[in-house]
């Protein structure tokens, strides 16, 4: 590491990043939040969440439906009722997930956020 | 991890094991301290250190240090602000705390030879259940018995109600599982995945370049999803709290 090797490489990369901010014109510059991984991440981060959404909501339906029959000694019927609403649910997070509803799996959701911000880093939610 | 050596087991499993290293029984309980206690202390001195000691000087001008400090603290607060809003601000530490505790875990986890708390199932729903419990107890302290119409969204006629509310309760009931299980899966596979391509490069003699390459690759892969996993596990909780906070 010579003296001169890091200056003209910061300007490199200071001119760079004045590039990049200009293609960018929809994030202003007070949204300097360090790493931003919704860039890195969002993508990724919703294909990795689909698929368990789905598993786990199955998997709390039969759960359920499984104790159900052991306490009520109706086995298989709470289990296939169960199954059926698990797989319902896990279907709802899912829509829920994908359709904007932000990472929640949300329930009543504040109209007023749902128009003014499906994406995430956006207003800060005011208090209802 | 990627370079257990020959020597060792070659189970790609064999990195999960719990080992005892302090035996120790309390009123019929196996309490040993375990690696993955261990590995746990070792991530919550790492952490300690790595904030304490960032923001020692307190400096106007940070340091490299200081500015990373500064750097997750400030991440998680707008995080926080973004996503819960003001009333958030006074659960900061508990999300803090989570967020670094998952992320030590997961980067610990990245050192060879080491152990990843975060691949046990039990761990990860021991944390999703904290969450869980006191984001219900948050609901319930806030809007009494209001509480529950969370489980009837807003405009269901009632003659679908007997139907939707079973459907609301298992997808509310499902949080925990789901959350719990994303941080489990992504880091058991992802060190599985790991440890089966670097079985391949000694097996392969010259050609073990190739799955050589892709461990490289794979290490790089599953850095960003240290970082992204336990980001995902912090942003449901906000989520999860502002659901709990701002109820109608």
């Known amino acids: 590491m010579t003296d001169e090797k890091p200056s003209p490489s910061l300007e490199d990369l200071d001119a760079r990043l004045r590039r990049a901010h200009e293609r960018r014109p929809d994030r202003s510059a007070d949204e300097d939040q360090g790493p931003n991984p919704n860039s890195v991440g969002a993508g990724l981060g919703i294909a990795l969440r689909i698929g368990i959404e789905l598993v786990a909501a199955l998997a709390v339906g039969v759960g359920v439906g499984l104790l159900l029959d052991y306490w009520l000694n109706t086995r298989p019927w709470m289990l296939v009722v169960f199954f059926f609403l698990g797989s319902a649910a896990g279907f709802l997070n899912v829509y829920r997930a994908v359709s904007g509803y ?23 939610p005011d208090g209802d | 991890m990627a370079d257990a050596g020959a020597g060792e087991s070659h189970s790609p499993l064999a990195q999960f094991m719990i080992k005892k290293i302090i035996p120790l029984e309390i009123g019929g309980v196996d309490v040993s301290y375990t690696n993955s206690a261990l590995a746990m202390t070792v991530a919550v001195i790492a952490v300690s250190v790595f904030l304490i000691f960032g923001m020692r000087r307190g400096a106007l001008v940070p340091g490299r240090w200081q500015v990373v400090a500064e750097m997750s603290y400030e991440f998680v607060a707008n995080m926080i602000r973004d996503n819960v809003g003001q009333e958030g601000r006074r659960y900061f530490p508990f999300i803090f705390t989570l967020f670094m505790f998952i992320f030590a875990g997961n980067l610990i986890g990245m050192i060879p030879y080491s152990f990843t708390y975060t691949s046990h ?43 939707i509310i079973p459907i609301e309760i298992l997808s509310y009931l499902s949080r925990p599982v789901s959350l719990s299980l994303r941080l489990f899966a992504n880091m058991t596979a992802g060190h599985t995945m790991m440890k089966v391509f670097a079985g391949f490069i000694f097996v392969l003699g010259v050609a073990g370049v190739a799955p050589l390459v892709m461990v490289v690759a794979l290490t790089g892969l599953e850095i960003i999803i240290a970082f992204l996993q336990a980001y995902v596990f912090a942003i449901l909780t906000c989520v999860y709290l502002n659901d709990a906070l701002h109820m109608h």
């Open chain 2, 121 to 163: 199932l039990i761990v990860t729903f021991g944390l999703a259940a904290v969450v869980f419990i006191g984001v219900t107890i948050i609901g319930f302290a806030k809007h009494g018995f209001h509480f529950f119409h969370f489980f009837l969204p807003h405009g269901v006629p009632w003659f679908l109600a007997w139907l």
């Open chain 1, 102 to 124: 932000g990472y929640a799996a949300g329930y009543r959701r504040d109209e007023s956020r749902d128009k003014k911000s499906p994406q995430q880093h956006e207003t800060p």
